[in-house]
Protein backbone atom coordinates (compact mmCIF):
# COMPACT_ATOMS: atom_id res chain seq x y z
CA UNK A 1 0.00 0.00 0.00
CA UNK A 2 1.01 3.28 -0.89
CA UNK A 3 -0.46 7.10 -0.59
CA UNK A 4 2.15 8.69 -2.12
CA UNK A 5 -0.01 10.56 -4.50
CA UNK A 6 -1.96 11.98 -1.55
CA UNK A 7 0.44 14.35 -0.29
CA UNK A 8 0.74 15.65 -3.74
CA UNK A 9 -2.90 16.72 -3.51
CA UNK A 10 -3.17 17.67 -0.29
CA UNK A 11 -0.41 20.48 -0.88
CA UNK A 12 -2.91 22.20 -2.38
CA UNK A 13 -5.40 22.32 0.76
CA UNK A 14 -3.55 25.70 2.08
CA UNK A 15 -4.96 27.46 -1.18
CA UNK A 16 -8.59 26.71 -0.37
CA UNK A 17 -8.59 26.45 3.47
CA UNK A 18 -10.11 29.99 4.14
CA UNK A 19 -12.89 29.64 1.54
CA UNK A 20 -13.46 25.85 3.35
CA UNK A 21 -13.86 27.51 6.45
CA UNK A 22 -15.62 30.13 5.40
CA UNK A 23 -18.26 28.28 3.73
CA UNK A 24 -18.58 26.10 6.61
CA UNK A 25 -19.56 28.95 8.91
CA UNK A 26 -21.86 30.04 6.16
CA UNK A 27 -23.76 26.62 6.49
CA UNK A 28 -23.40 26.55 10.33
CA UNK A 29 -25.25 29.33 10.70
CA UNK A 30 -28.03 28.48 7.87
CA UNK A 31 -29.03 25.08 8.86
CA UNK A 32 -32.07 23.16 7.12
CA UNK A 33 -34.44 20.42 8.27
CA UNK A 34 -34.69 17.46 6.06
CA UNK A 35 -36.21 17.93 2.62
CA UNK A 36 -35.71 21.26 3.38
CA UNK A 37 -31.84 21.55 2.19
CA UNK A 38 -32.68 24.09 -0.91
CA UNK A 39 -29.55 26.37 0.36
CA UNK A 40 -27.38 23.98 1.15
CA UNK A 41 -27.98 21.75 -2.32
CA UNK A 42 -27.49 25.44 -4.43
CA UNK A 43 -24.46 26.42 -2.51
CA UNK A 44 -22.94 23.03 -3.09
CA UNK A 45 -23.92 22.64 -6.79
CA UNK A 46 -22.38 26.81 -7.67
CA UNK A 47 -19.34 25.01 -6.10
CA UNK A 48 -19.15 21.64 -8.07
CA UNK A 49 -20.02 23.42 -10.39
CA UNK A 50 -17.04 26.28 -11.06
CA UNK A 51 -14.79 22.87 -10.73
CA UNK A 52 -15.83 21.99 -13.85
CA UNK A 53 -18.05 18.90 -12.58
CA UNK A 54 -20.85 17.07 -13.85
CA UNK A 55 -23.51 17.98 -11.59
CA UNK A 56 -26.68 16.78 -11.52
CA UNK A 57 -29.51 18.46 -8.97
CA UNK A 58 -32.68 17.51 -7.49
CA UNK A 59 -31.95 14.23 -6.64
CA UNK A 60 -34.72 12.55 -4.42
CA UNK A 61 -35.63 16.20 -4.30
CA UNK A 62 -32.78 18.38 -2.71
CA UNK A 63 -29.59 16.16 -3.28
CA UNK A 64 -26.55 16.46 -5.25
CA UNK A 65 -24.02 14.51 -7.40
CA UNK A 66 -20.98 15.90 -8.46
CA UNK A 67 -19.28 13.61 -11.05
CA UNK A 68 -15.46 14.11 -11.95
CA UNK A 69 -14.30 11.95 -14.71
CA UNK A 70 -10.31 11.12 -15.21
CA UNK A 71 -9.71 8.55 -17.72
CA UNK A 72 -9.87 4.89 -17.02
CA UNK A 73 -9.66 3.11 -13.53
CA UNK A 74 -12.08 2.74 -10.76
CA UNK A 75 -15.20 4.38 -9.70
CA UNK A 76 -15.32 5.62 -6.30
CA UNK A 77 -18.51 6.95 -4.39
CA UNK A 78 -17.99 9.65 -1.11
CA UNK A 79 -21.27 10.57 0.41
CA UNK A 80 -21.33 13.27 2.64
CA UNK A 81 -25.25 14.64 4.26
CA UNK A 82 -26.56 17.96 4.37
CA UNK A 83 -29.87 17.82 7.06
CA UNK A 84 -29.67 19.43 10.17
CA UNK A 85 -32.04 19.33 13.71
CA UNK A 86 -35.12 20.83 15.29
CA UNK A 87 -32.36 21.61 18.11
CA UNK A 88 -31.69 25.08 19.93
CA UNK A 89 -28.04 26.20 19.42
CA UNK A 90 -26.96 26.34 22.35
CA UNK A 91 -23.09 26.52 21.59
CA UNK A 92 -22.17 30.35 21.75
CA UNK A 93 -20.32 30.10 18.67
CA UNK A 94 -20.21 33.46 17.10
CA UNK A 95 -21.42 31.89 13.74
CA UNK A 96 -24.42 30.37 15.52
CA UNK A 97 -27.81 28.98 14.24
CA UNK A 98 -30.28 31.48 15.06
CA UNK A 99 -32.90 30.19 11.96
CA UNK A 100 -36.37 28.58 12.91
CA UNK A 101 -38.07 26.35 9.99
CA UNK A 102 -41.66 24.68 9.69
CA UNK A 103 -40.88 21.20 11.26
CA UNK A 104 -43.11 18.25 9.92
CA UNK A 105 -45.88 18.75 12.53
CA UNK A 106 -46.46 21.84 10.85
CA UNK A 107 -45.15 24.32 14.12
CA UNK A 108 -41.84 26.48 13.94
CA UNK A 109 -39.16 25.15 15.37
CA UNK A 110 -35.60 26.20 16.06
CA UNK A 111 -32.59 24.51 13.60
CA UNK A 112 -28.75 23.66 14.26
CA UNK A 113 -26.45 21.23 12.54
CA UNK A 114 -26.41 19.83 15.82
CA UNK A 115 -24.97 16.03 14.30
CA UNK A 116 -22.20 17.62 12.40
CA UNK A 117 -23.16 17.29 8.92
CA UNK A 118 -21.84 20.75 8.08
CA UNK A 119 -18.33 19.35 9.01
CA UNK A 120 -19.46 16.63 6.38
CA UNK A 121 -20.66 18.75 3.53
CA UNK A 122 -17.61 21.21 3.98
CA UNK A 123 -15.14 18.67 3.72
CA UNK A 124 -16.27 16.13 0.91
CA UNK A 125 -16.43 20.07 -1.25
CA UNK A 126 -12.81 20.39 -0.20
CA UNK A 127 -11.54 17.09 -1.19
CA UNK A 128 -13.61 17.19 -4.59
CA UNK A 129 -11.56 20.43 -5.43
CA UNK A 130 -8.46 19.04 -4.52
CA UNK A 131 -9.03 15.68 -6.33
CA UNK A 132 -10.53 18.04 -9.69
CA UNK A 133 -7.52 20.01 -9.83
CA UNK A 134 -4.84 17.30 -8.94
CA UNK A 135 -6.37 14.90 -11.48
CA UNK A 136 -2.71 14.20 -12.67
CA UNK A 137 -2.20 11.88 -9.37
CA UNK A 138 -5.08 9.77 -10.10
CA UNK A 139 -7.33 8.06 -12.53
CA UNK A 140 -10.91 6.95 -12.87
CA UNK A 141 -14.13 8.24 -11.54
CA UNK A 142 -15.55 10.56 -8.37
CA UNK A 143 -18.40 10.75 -7.34
CA UNK A 144 -19.57 12.86 -4.59
CA UNK A 145 -23.06 12.70 -3.34
CA UNK A 146 -24.28 15.36 -1.38
CA UNK A 147 -27.08 13.60 0.49
CA UNK A 148 -30.59 15.08 1.79
CA UNK A 149 -32.83 13.82 4.70
CA UNK A 150 -30.37 11.55 6.67
CA UNK A 151 -31.92 12.61 9.97
CA UNK A 152 -35.13 11.43 8.98
CA UNK A 153 -34.10 7.72 7.93
CA UNK A 154 -35.20 8.03 3.58
CA UNK A 155 -32.70 10.17 2.50
CA UNK A 156 -30.58 7.89 0.60
CA UNK A 157 -33.45 5.68 -0.34
CA UNK A 158 -35.03 8.78 -2.02
CA UNK A 159 -32.10 9.29 -4.35
CA UNK A 160 -31.97 5.57 -5.25
CA UNK A 161 -35.69 5.79 -5.87
CA UNK A 162 -34.89 8.68 -8.00
CA UNK A 163 -32.25 7.19 -10.74
CA UNK A 164 -29.45 7.73 -8.33
CA UNK A 165 -27.84 4.74 -10.36
CA UNK A 166 -28.58 5.41 -14.06
CA UNK A 167 -26.93 8.70 -13.01
CA UNK A 168 -23.39 7.61 -11.46
CA UNK A 169 -23.17 4.39 -13.63
CA UNK A 170 -21.03 1.45 -12.04
CA UNK A 171 -19.40 2.38 -8.91
CA UNK A 172 -16.73 0.01 -7.70
CA UNK A 173 -16.81 0.95 -3.66
CA UNK A 174 -18.61 3.81 -1.23
CA UNK A 175 -16.57 5.73 1.19
CA UNK A 176 -18.06 7.80 4.13
CA UNK A 177 -17.42 9.74 7.21
CA UNK A 178 -18.89 11.05 10.38
CA UNK A 179 -17.72 13.19 12.65
CA UNK A 180 -18.15 12.68 16.43
CA UNK A 181 -17.21 13.57 20.11
CA UNK A 182 -13.60 11.96 19.64
CA UNK A 183 -10.40 14.39 19.70
CA UNK A 184 -10.33 16.14 16.86
CA UNK A 185 -7.13 15.14 14.58
CA UNK A 186 -7.97 11.20 15.41
CA UNK A 187 -9.73 8.84 12.87
CA UNK A 188 -10.61 5.70 13.63
CA UNK A 189 -12.01 2.93 11.61
CA UNK A 190 -13.92 -0.37 12.07
CA UNK A 191 -14.40 -3.65 10.18
CA UNK A 192 -17.72 -5.36 10.31
CA UNK A 193 -20.84 -3.56 12.44
CA UNK A 194 -20.24 -0.07 13.24
CA UNK A 195 -23.46 1.63 13.02
CA UNK A 196 -26.58 -0.37 14.87
CA UNK A 197 -30.15 -0.88 12.74
CA UNK A 198 -32.31 1.60 14.35
CA UNK A 199 -36.50 0.88 14.26
CA UNK A 200 -38.66 3.44 16.21
CA UNK A 201 -42.42 2.02 17.19
CA UNK A 202 -45.25 3.55 18.03
CA UNK A 203 -47.67 1.69 20.21
CA UNK A 204 -51.05 2.72 20.88
CA UNK A 205 -53.29 0.80 23.51
CA UNK A 206 -57.09 1.54 24.01
CA UNK A 207 -59.17 1.01 27.51
CA UNK A 208 -62.16 2.75 28.35
CA UNK A 209 -62.50 6.59 29.69
CA UNK A 210 -64.36 7.67 33.00
CA UNK A 211 -64.29 10.24 35.50
CA UNK A 212 -60.82 10.27 37.64
CA UNK A 213 -63.38 9.61 40.48
CA UNK A 214 -64.79 6.16 39.51
CA UNK A 215 -61.80 4.18 38.29
CA UNK A 216 -63.90 1.24 38.57
CA UNK A 217 -65.71 2.04 35.31
CA UNK A 218 -62.98 2.37 33.27
CA UNK A 219 -59.91 0.21 31.88
CA UNK A 220 -57.26 2.67 32.57
CA UNK A 221 -54.86 2.20 29.56
CA UNK A 222 -51.86 4.66 31.99
CA UNK A 223 -51.71 1.69 34.26
CA UNK A 224 -51.83 -0.53 31.14
CA UNK A 225 -48.83 1.75 29.67
CA UNK A 226 -46.56 1.75 32.60
CA UNK A 227 -46.93 -2.00 33.02
CA UNK A 228 -45.51 -2.55 29.39
CA UNK A 229 -42.61 -0.25 30.45
CA UNK A 230 -42.01 -2.06 32.98
CA UNK A 231 -41.82 -5.31 31.16
CA UNK A 232 -40.37 -3.89 28.16
CA UNK A 233 -36.84 -3.93 30.67
CA UNK A 234 -36.61 -7.29 30.38
CA UNK A 235 -36.53 -7.94 26.46
CA UNK A 236 -32.92 -6.94 26.69
CA UNK A 237 -31.85 -8.27 30.46
CA UNK A 238 -33.27 -11.68 29.81
CA UNK A 239 -34.28 -12.57 26.32
CA UNK A 240 -30.95 -10.92 24.97
CA UNK A 241 -27.91 -13.07 24.51
CA UNK A 242 -25.58 -11.41 27.25
CA UNK A 243 -22.53 -10.05 25.25
CA UNK A 244 -25.17 -9.12 22.18
CA UNK A 245 -25.12 -5.32 21.72
CA UNK A 246 -28.98 -4.00 21.53
CA UNK A 247 -30.35 -1.04 23.00
CA UNK A 248 -34.54 -0.63 23.69
CA UNK A 249 -35.69 2.84 24.93
CA UNK A 250 -38.44 3.86 25.84
CA UNK A 251 -38.66 7.45 24.74
CA UNK A 252 -42.12 8.80 25.37
CA UNK A 253 -45.22 7.85 26.86
CA UNK A 254 -49.17 10.23 26.76
CA UNK A 255 -51.86 9.60 27.26
CA UNK A 256 -54.70 11.93 28.57
CA UNK A 257 -55.59 16.00 29.07
CA UNK A 258 -56.56 16.36 32.87
CA UNK A 259 -56.04 15.02 35.89
CA UNK A 260 -59.46 14.02 36.75
CA UNK A 261 -59.83 12.67 33.45
CA UNK A 262 -59.25 8.68 33.33
CA UNK A 263 -58.33 8.95 29.09
CA UNK A 264 -59.23 5.92 26.63
CA UNK A 265 -56.12 5.24 24.99
CA UNK A 266 -52.00 5.72 25.75
CA UNK A 267 -49.50 6.18 23.26
CA UNK A 268 -45.65 4.55 23.82
CA UNK A 269 -43.09 5.50 21.90
CA UNK A 270 -39.96 3.01 21.47
CA UNK A 271 -36.87 3.05 19.90
CA UNK A 272 -34.47 -0.36 19.30
CA UNK A 273 -30.90 -0.46 18.26
CA UNK A 274 -29.86 -4.09 17.10
CA UNK A 275 -26.33 -5.38 14.82
CA UNK A 276 -27.98 -8.92 14.15
CA UNK A 277 -31.04 -9.35 12.17
CA UNK A 278 -32.01 -12.26 14.58
CA UNK A 279 -31.94 -10.30 17.28
CA UNK A 280 -33.76 -7.44 15.66
CA UNK A 281 -36.17 -9.75 14.61
CA UNK A 282 -36.59 -11.44 18.33
CA UNK A 283 -36.74 -8.07 20.35
CA UNK A 284 -39.57 -6.77 17.48
CA UNK A 285 -41.49 -10.31 18.35
CA UNK A 286 -41.22 -9.78 22.38
CA UNK A 287 -42.17 -6.37 22.17
CA UNK A 288 -45.41 -7.57 20.20
CA UNK A 289 -45.66 -10.34 22.74
CA UNK A 290 -45.75 -8.53 25.88
CA UNK A 291 -47.95 -5.42 24.70
CA UNK A 292 -50.97 -7.62 23.53
CA UNK A 293 -50.43 -9.80 26.69
CA UNK A 294 -50.73 -6.67 28.78
CA UNK A 295 -53.71 -5.42 27.33
CA UNK A 296 -55.22 -8.61 27.57
CA UNK A 297 -54.52 -9.45 30.94
CA UNK A 298 -56.07 -5.09 31.42
CA UNK A 299 -59.55 -6.25 29.55
CA UNK A 300 -58.52 -3.94 26.41
CA UNK A 301 -61.54 -3.31 24.71
CA UNK A 302 -59.46 -3.06 21.52
CA UNK A 303 -56.42 -4.81 19.87
CA UNK A 304 -53.15 -2.44 20.25
CA UNK A 305 -51.63 -1.13 17.43
CA UNK A 306 -48.30 -1.36 16.13
CA UNK A 307 -46.66 1.42 13.64
CA UNK A 308 -42.52 1.30 12.60
CA UNK A 309 -41.21 4.24 11.60
CA UNK A 310 -37.76 6.23 11.14
CA UNK A 311 -36.24 2.60 10.39
CA UNK A 312 -32.18 2.50 9.16
CA UNK A 313 -30.32 -0.22 8.40
CA UNK A 314 -27.00 -1.12 9.96
CA UNK A 315 -23.78 -0.48 8.95
CA UNK A 316 -21.25 -3.35 8.31
CA UNK A 317 -18.30 -2.44 6.60
CA UNK A 318 -17.28 -4.72 4.42
CA UNK A 319 -13.83 -6.60 5.56
CA UNK A 320 -11.13 -5.93 2.64
CA UNK A 321 -12.15 -2.01 2.03
CA UNK A 322 -12.44 -1.67 5.54
CA UNK A 323 -8.62 -2.94 5.53
CA UNK A 324 -7.55 -1.31 2.13
CA UNK A 325 -8.87 2.06 3.96
CA UNK A 326 -7.31 1.62 7.36
CA UNK A 327 -3.72 0.70 6.03
CA UNK A 328 -3.57 4.18 3.83
CA UNK A 329 -4.97 6.03 6.95
CA UNK A 330 -2.13 4.53 9.14
CA UNK A 331 0.26 5.33 6.48
CA UNK A 332 -1.07 8.93 6.10
CA UNK A 333 -2.28 9.72 9.86
CA UNK A 334 0.43 7.31 12.13
CA UNK A 335 -0.36 7.19 15.67
CA UNK A 336 -3.80 9.18 14.96
CA UNK A 337 -5.75 6.53 12.96
CA UNK A 338 -7.26 3.76 15.13
CA UNK A 339 -10.19 1.56 15.83
CA UNK A 340 -13.29 3.12 15.97
CA UNK A 341 -15.14 1.43 18.81
CA UNK A 342 -18.97 0.39 18.15
CA UNK A 343 -21.28 2.68 17.72
CA UNK A 344 -25.07 2.92 18.71
CA UNK A 345 -25.66 5.31 16.40
CA UNK A 346 -27.17 4.79 13.38
CA UNK A 347 -27.39 5.75 9.78
CA UNK A 348 -28.85 5.63 5.99
CA UNK A 349 -25.62 5.56 4.55
CA UNK A 350 -25.57 1.88 3.97
CA UNK A 351 -28.81 1.97 1.55
CA UNK A 352 -26.78 3.74 -1.02
CA UNK A 353 -24.44 0.70 -1.52
CA UNK A 354 -26.91 -1.99 -1.26
CA UNK A 355 -28.77 -0.60 -3.69
CA UNK A 356 -25.61 -0.17 -5.91
CA UNK A 357 -24.32 -3.31 -4.97
CA UNK A 358 -21.21 -2.57 -3.56
CA UNK A 359 -18.97 -2.80 -1.02
CA UNK A 360 -18.47 -0.19 1.41
CA UNK A 361 -16.48 1.48 4.49
CA UNK A 362 -17.55 3.94 7.39
CA UNK A 363 -15.41 5.57 9.79
CA UNK A 364 -15.18 7.96 12.17
CA UNK A 365 -13.24 11.27 13.01
CA UNK A 366 -12.83 13.42 15.80
CA UNK A 367 -13.92 16.84 16.29
CA UNK A 368 -13.39 18.33 20.15
CA UNK A 369 -10.50 20.14 21.04
CA UNK A 370 -7.59 17.55 21.95
CA UNK A 371 -6.83 18.85 25.67
CA UNK A 372 -10.12 19.68 26.18
CA UNK A 373 -10.80 16.33 25.35
CA UNK A 374 -7.51 15.20 27.41
CA UNK A 375 -8.45 16.88 30.77
CA UNK A 376 -11.95 15.24 30.86
CA UNK A 377 -10.81 11.97 30.34
CA UNK A 378 -7.78 12.77 33.15
CA UNK A 379 -10.87 13.69 35.10
CA UNK A 380 -13.31 10.74 34.23
CA UNK A 381 -15.65 13.37 33.24
CA UNK A 382 -15.64 12.52 29.29
CA UNK A 383 -19.37 11.77 29.40
CA UNK A 384 -20.12 15.12 31.79
CA UNK A 385 -18.20 17.78 30.02
CA UNK A 386 -18.51 16.69 26.14
CA UNK A 387 -21.02 17.46 24.32
CA UNK A 388 -21.95 14.51 21.70
CA UNK A 389 -24.07 14.35 18.47
CA UNK A 390 -27.66 16.15 18.81
CA UNK A 391 -26.70 17.96 21.83
CA UNK A 392 -27.41 22.08 21.67
CA UNK A 393 -24.06 22.04 22.72
CA UNK A 394 -22.60 20.34 20.22
CA UNK A 395 -19.64 22.18 18.29
CA UNK A 396 -16.54 20.75 16.55
CA UNK A 397 -13.44 22.69 17.01
CA UNK A 398 -13.13 23.98 12.94
CA UNK A 399 -10.06 22.76 13.09
CA UNK A 400 -8.16 20.51 12.48
CA UNK A 401 -11.24 18.78 11.88
CA UNK A 402 -12.02 19.93 8.52
CA UNK A 403 -8.47 19.60 7.56
CA UNK A 404 -8.85 15.93 9.06
CA UNK A 405 -11.52 15.04 6.98
CA UNK A 406 -10.47 16.73 4.14
CA UNK A 407 -7.70 14.69 3.62
CA UNK A 408 -8.89 11.35 5.06
CA UNK A 409 -11.87 10.96 1.93
CA UNK A 410 -8.52 11.91 0.19
CA UNK A 411 -6.51 9.68 1.41
CA UNK A 412 -9.13 6.89 0.86
CA UNK A 413 -10.29 7.69 -2.43
CA UNK A 414 -6.56 7.55 -3.32
CA UNK A 415 -6.49 4.12 -1.93
CA UNK A 416 -8.59 3.16 -5.20
CA UNK A 417 -7.87 5.82 -7.65
CA UNK A 418 -3.99 5.13 -7.19
CA UNK A 419 -4.42 1.17 -8.10
CA UNK A 420 -4.03 0.88 -4.70
CA UNK A 421 -7.18 -1.03 -4.13
CA UNK A 422 -8.56 -3.60 -5.84
CA UNK A 423 -12.52 -3.19 -6.31
CA UNK A 424 -14.41 -6.38 -6.42
Request: hydrophobic share 40%; net charge negative; glycine share 10%.
Amino acid sequence: MTISAAPSVLQRLDGIRDRQEEFYRDLHAHPELSHQETRTAAAVAEWLGALGCEVHTGVGGTGVVGIVHNGDGPSVLLRADMDALPVREETGLPYAAAVTATGTDGTEVPVMHACGHDVHVACLLGAVELLARGTGDWHGTLVAVFQPAEEVADGARTMVDDGLAEIVGKVDVALCQHVLALPAGTIGTRSGAVLSAADSMRITVHGRGAHGSMPQASIDPVVLAAMIVIRLQTVISRETRPGEPAVLTVGSVQAGTKSNVIPDHATILLNIRTYDEDIRSGILDAIERIVRAECESSRSPRPPEFELFDQYPATDNDPEVTETVAAAFAEYFGADAGELPLQTASEDFSDLPRALGIPYTYWGIGGIEPELYRQAAVAGRVAQDIPVNHSASFAPVLQPTLDTGTAALIVAALAYLTGGGTPR
